[in-house]
């Protein structure tokens, strides 16, 4: 008898071909049917589901982040409003302003508990 353990069996099923596959296609129907649905509805979901399908493709196809990314690189007015849509700026500056943690800077979260000296 062979006992199946459920988390590593989702994995296998998460990073297996066909399931990959099934996102890349459920991402371009996302896509396609997001500029339907924002004509039909008052709320601005179409971009939400626009933005959801990109993610599935983005994800799971090494071909569109690598077309992205050449696409960016030749238009920066395209990098940079996808920088101020996703404001990676702020993060970039906040990032900056706080110092990165490491063993001999230490960055203390006031919410995260004080830890005893060894």
């Keep these: 008898m062979v006992i199946v353990i459920r ?3 989702l994995d296998l099923l998460v990073r297996s071909q066909p399931f990959r596959v099934f996102q890349i296609l459920l991402g371009l129907l996302l896509m396609a ?5 924002g004509l039909l509805s008052p709320a601005p979901i179409g971009i939400v589901i626009f933005g959801a399908g990109v993610a599935l493709v983005f994800r799971n ?5 690598r077309h992205y990314l050449l696409y960016t690189r030749q238009y920066p007015r395209v990098r940079r409003a996808v920088d101020f849509g996703l404001r990676r700026d702020k993060r970039r500056a ?6 990165s943690a490491s063993l001999t800077n230490r960055v203390t979260d006031p919410t995260s508990p004080t830890m005893p000296p060894v």
Excluded: D, L
């Design 94 to 99: 906040r990032r900056t302003q706080q110092g």
């Design 61 to 65: 196809s090494r071909w569109a982040r």
């Design 7 to 9: 988390s590593g069996f």
């Design 33 to 37: 049917s997001a500029g339907i649905v």
